[in-house]
């Protein structure tokens, strides 16, 4: 086992902690075959106490899937919060919004089906405006995903990415796959970018925080 996978591996243990209608949401994601692309227990961990922390009220989220992250997202913030998450692929948009009205959470969820940056210009056209963001979706385009998120995004609101690590691979010189190669620009992009405070974590298959100046 990895160094990087042997301490994902004792954070899980350690700290991480899902009720247990997430783990009937994982079962329906598994069940589906998209659990390798949903976030894994110890990001959940992380990103529920980074809500608290920040107590975000309106959050918008590229990538769907199963719905996992948005209902952890509504489960957290206020009653008079509200989280729109975004995803393309018709496939899972019965899976999302049935996990989500199974929780009871579908009131404090708009799911829109729609291409990323097309629905994200759309809510901007229309002057919604977020204090948190998640990015977990076409890796190509998380610099433009970020571009918008900016647009939208109130003072101190933090943007989340996913992924950036990818598996710990993205400091490897000799990994050059799409993703990866995506991930580090996204990376260096955003580390030089004076409008926001960053750091990378190594939670789950790596998360980069930027937050709005």
Partial sequence: MSEFNLTKKYIEETCSYEPDFFNQIRDSIIAAGINEMSIDADSAQFLRVLLKTTGAKNVLELGTLGGYSAILFASIIPATGHVTTIDNDVRYHPLSQGNAEKTGYKDKITFICNDGLKAMEQLASEGATFDFFFIDAAKNSYINYYEWALSMAKPGAMIVAD????????????????????????????????RVDVIITTTGDGMTLARVK
């Fill in 163 to 194: 992924n950036t690590l990818w598996k710990g691979e993205v400091p490897d010189p000799d990994k050059t796959s799409n993703p990866i190669r995506a991930m580090r620009r996204f990376n260096e992009y955003v580390s030089q970018d004076e």
